[in-house]
């Protein structure tokens, strides 16, 4: 079976693309890939590294913005847009596909509408509860629309041939449970909590939780944390728990850039508070954690507060937007969720219940049905 994927640009796109592909070479260890993707996007560098070939396409996105650098962006994209067709068919003509799938940003496009155009079978991934425009436009051409979320298809038409798959999460994030992993970071059993913005981090989320830590800190409570600040804050967050005197690493600390063994400190957590990228709620979901959801408000279509909205409803997680975080609301809700572990039982339960367990299942069971054997 050759497989080609499509997808990238965020590691929201590239890592279900990688995690379907594992999902096909469970069941086909023969099974061929290629990866098409853009020179210039992450998928360059982190397909590769994963062990994929990869075959370049230039797209970019249109900028509705008009600036003089937009301009010049979406003149550029015109020129790439030109060329896309006949990029997309020379890769497909000398990789063969048997089936062709896209998992989200521009790149999916071409490819995918050319393979339908080829009459060669074709799936799309939708990761988030309000999609993007390249899923909007392919849904209609595709032999199977993949949903993360049912929420996904009130903004899709109606008539299109899709299924709710959920999203793969990795399977190590299942390794060490809560007690273990309490114990490699040197915690006791106290209620921990889990924050963090992403590997580039965000300014909200630090602000925020450094007044939480310093609150906890000062006033000696029993709270485990563990805290990620990213790229954005490797200056202003280690000053800030120097003149505070605030330890990085502790017998209840643990304040890095980046969280590099998110499974270990995702299974200690109590509570985690973050963005709401779909990547980060289906693990929140698999893993049955309550969470304080912070959608980041500069993504195309708000789709984190959409996605935020899901668990939110569900009653498994609270749902703040990033213009009414205050440190003072967060350290009330924090230490009323210590004080109430109930709430976090009942938040967590209702996580875990959004989840679909057979997720794995369901995205072979439609790969399966599509390629002709």
Known sequence: MNVLIAGGGTGGHINPALAIASIIKAHEPEAKFLFAGTPFGMEARLIP??????????????????TLKNIRRNIEAVGYLMTSSARSKEIINDFKPDIVIGTGGYV????????????????IHEQN???????????KHVDKVMLTVREAMEYLDKNINYIVTGLPVRSELFDTNKSQARK???????????????????????????????????????????????GMGKDSFPEFMKKNNIPMKSQNMRVTEYIN??????????????????????????????????????????HQFHNANVLAKAGAAV????????????????????????KIKEMSRHSYDLSIKDTSQRIWKVIDSLVVR
């Open 49 to 66: 590294a994963a062990g994929y070939d990869f075959a370049p396409i230039k797209v970019k996105g249109f900028q509705r913005r008009i």
């Open 184 to 230: 490699k970071l040197g915690f006791d059993d106290s209620f921990t909590i889990l924050s963090f913005g992403g590997s580039l981090g965000a300014g909200c989320i630090n602000d925020t939780m450094a007044q939480v830590i310093k609150h906890t800190y000062d006033n000696k409570l029993k709270i485990n944390h563990i805290h990620g600040y990213g």
């Open 129 to 139: 509860a309000y999609p993007g425009v390249t899923t909007r436009i392919l849904s």
């Open 261 to 302: 063994d998110m499974d270990i400190c995702m299974s200690a957590a109590d509570l985690v508070i973050c963005r709401s990228g779909a990547t980060t709620l289906a693990e929140l979901e698999a893993m049955g954690k309550a969470s304080i959801l912070i959608p980041s408000p500069v993504v195309a279509g708000n």
């Open 319 to 342: 749902l703040i937007e990033q213009k009414d975080v205050k440190a003072q609301d967060m350290i009330k809700l924090a230490e009323d969720f210590c004080s109430h572990p109930e």
């Open 108 to 123: 999916s496009g071409p490819i995918v509408r050319q393979a339908a155009k080829m009459k060669i079978p074709t799936a």
